[in-house]
């Protein structure tokens, strides 16, 4: 906050005309627009009185011990540090980028349909008498999640139908009608229409990525030479009466 106090009169508060075009700019981005006469007052002297109890508090001490008001402040004093990172170049960027291919790897994707057969004692006959019959789409009973997917990488596919099917898919060959697989809802005949191998993306295609995950990896990095600079500050003990294990 903006406001500025004389340090010999810790009761004397003073709204700057920075903090008054900030809560104009913030009631405008909630509001629509500008405040009212009545309304800048009202704005005001709410944060005048939130000013007073702030001090208040602190003399009565109630900041101390307060574990949310610690977490809070340790997390701004991280935010201050972190929002001091320059800006990455072209440079930086492209390195980061080839020592992270993995993250830049398209995994393979599947185009597959499938006729789904519930769990019971009869779901492996139903299977094997469609596929005799031609694999008609009537055959089989309803699906929750449908009965066609497009562009499914095999995580998606093993959140749809649990990892044992998956895995099966993977192995299953492209233009051809699956034998019975198994998942926890039943018995499942598939046809893989199209597989979309995985291949690297370009630096250019992902450049907005590489970005967020550098200033994402810097920001860690700092953070944590910034708490090993400051921990060597200070002196730490640990009560030796209390047992850890």
Known sequence: MDQIFNQEDSNSVFISDQRINTLISSWNTQVGRDPSPDELIGLINNTI??????????????????IIIKRRLVQKIMLLKKSSLPEPNESELVNFYQDNLDNYTSSDAYSFEHLFFKK??????QANKAAIEGY???????????????????????????????????SQK?????????????????????????????????????????IAFRSDQLSQQFMDELRNEYTVAISPNFNLN
């Open 49 to 66: 009185e939130e000013e007073i109890l702030y001090r208040e508090a602190l003399k009565l001490g109630l900041d101390q011990d307060d």
């Open 120 to 125: 019971g004692p009869d779901a492996f006959n």
């Open 136 to 170: 008609k789409s009537s055959a089989g009973d309803p699906f929750y999640a449908g009965d066609q997917f497009s562009n499914q990488t095999l995580t998606q596919v093993k959140d749809i139908f649990g990892n044992g099917f998956a895995s099966a898919l993977s």
């Open 174 to 214: 492209e233009g051809l009608w699956s034998d019975p697989i198994t998942s926890a809802f039943g018995i499942h005949l598939v046809y893989i229409s199209s597989t979309n191998p995985s291949r690297l993306k370009t630096f250019k295609e992902v450049k907005d990525l590489v970005m967020q995950d550098f």
